[in-house]
């Protein structure tokens, strides 16, 4: 109760404010919802979903020119659940909106989750610091023909779509343009008390962007900190396949490395995108024999095909751990988008999961995902829905 009561004084005050300063500070948000039906386990759910191809949002955001081409800009960000369920995203989705009532915001964790940025742009660059989207999934956004959306989002496969999404206690610079080449680097503090290295994160890219070309590379390692007697899964956890929890007996840290290639080009008719991404995770940690840190390879197959009214989407993306067997697990995928006006659009989509016997992969959204333990089972997702920008 107290969590809604804030929130509301604090949206209410900064409606006062961009009403007052409409120049340097703006208002925005999107509401979005569409009937999901989901297929996973044997088992099938029938949901009205929030935030299917976009996640629901709220937020304010402004600029400040402080003269001699130097301008500040902040960005504050809330999710909100616009169906109305209070639902939580992952796996309490599949157990039944019952099952998942409490405080929850639906995306980025808490009030004013999703973003919280402030920082300084100029010619020689952009800075700023807070909690805001990583690199690898501002890629995935770009190539992913879903844009990260609907049943046929490409982090139903890709776990680094989920695992890396925002880091906290971050700092970023990305450089000018040079003529479509620009490069970025982001890095996150550990808050280890004794340790400068544990916990923190960083990450490189180069990105070349023109009317028809795109094309770069992305590397991010994060290092990840486990105190004694903790029983964890790396597999389960973070490669989202099946395999052994170990006890960690002492207190330690280990290192997830993901390297991301992607590529695309627009050919008028059609914008075919592709992604290649290697994923490591878990080195580091104890491993019993015979069981071997997961490493996958990821790839994506991408077209948009504009339409007189509106696109065609599709997708085919594929997932294996090269350490462990049974881990293939394939998504194919269909939608399309119809414009109503510049600030509203509705969808549809389906996709359909082949899970190897060391897989089981649910079909989810932009909000939510998660795994079973049936391995070998297929999943599937249908919507239809609605999306609005204000």
Not at 242 to 262: E, H, I, R
Request: hydrophobic share 35%.
């Amino acid at each position: 109760m107290k969590q809604c009561i804030m929130a509301a004084v604090f949206i209410g005050a900064f409606c006062q404010i961009a009403h007052a300063n409409k120049e340097g500070v703006q208002l925005y948000g999107v509401i979005d919802m569409g009937i999901e039906r989901l297929t996973y386990d044997n088992t099938t759910l029938n949901r009205l979903g929030s935030g299917v191809q976009s996640t629901d949002r709220i937020g304010v955001r402004g600029t400040e020119d402080l003269g001699g081409g130097l301008h500040t800009f902040f960005d504050v960000e809330t999710g909100f659940c616009g169906n109305g369920s209070n639902s939580a995203p992952g796996s309490l989705v599949y157990k039944g909106e019952g099952s998942a009532v409490g405080p929850s915001f639906c995306s980025g964790g808490g009030f004013m989750g999703r973003l919280s940025v402030l920082g300084l742009k100029s010619r020689y660059g952009t800075l700023k610091a807070g909690r805001f989207y990583s690199l690898n999934y501002d890629n995935l956004v770009k190539i992913d023909p879903f844009m990260t959306g609907m049943t046929g989002a490409v982090k139903n496969i890709d776990p680094a779509g989920y695992n890396y999404v925002r880091f906290s206690q971050a700092m970023g610079y990305r450089t000018p343009d040079f003529g479509g080449l620009t490069g970025a680097l982001l890095y996150a503090f550990g808050g280890i008390p004794g340790s400068f290295s544990e916990g923190q994160s960083y990450e490189l890219n180069l990105d070349y962007t023109s009317p028809t070309w795109i094309a770069g590379f992305d590397y991010l390692k994060s290092n990840q900190v486990y105190n004694a007697g903790t029983k964890y899964s790396p597999y389960v956890a973070l490669a989202w396949e099946f395999g052994p929890a170990t006890t960690l007996t002492q207190q330690g840290s280990f290192d997830n490395k993901v390297m991301q290639l992607y590529g695309g080009y627009d050919f008028s008719v059609a914008r075919i995108t592709a992604l290649y991404t290697d994923e490591k995770y878990g080195e580091g940690l104890p491993y019993a024999a015979g069981q071997f840190a997961p490493h996958l390879k990821i790839w994506m197959l991408g077209a948009t095909v504009p339409l007189p009214r509106g696109k065609l989407l599709a997708s085919i993306t594929r997932r294996k751990d090269v350490n462990k067997s049974g881990t293939t697990a394939t998504q194919m995928a269909i939608g399309y988008v119809y414009p109503l006006s510049r600030q509203t659009n509705v969808y549809a989509s389906y996709s359909h999961i082949d899970n190897g016997s060391a897989t089981d992969l649910y079909v989810g959204d932009n909000g939510f995902t998660a795994q079973g333990t049936l391995g070998g089972a297929s999943a599937t997702g249908l919507t239809v829905g609605l999306r609005h920008f204000f």
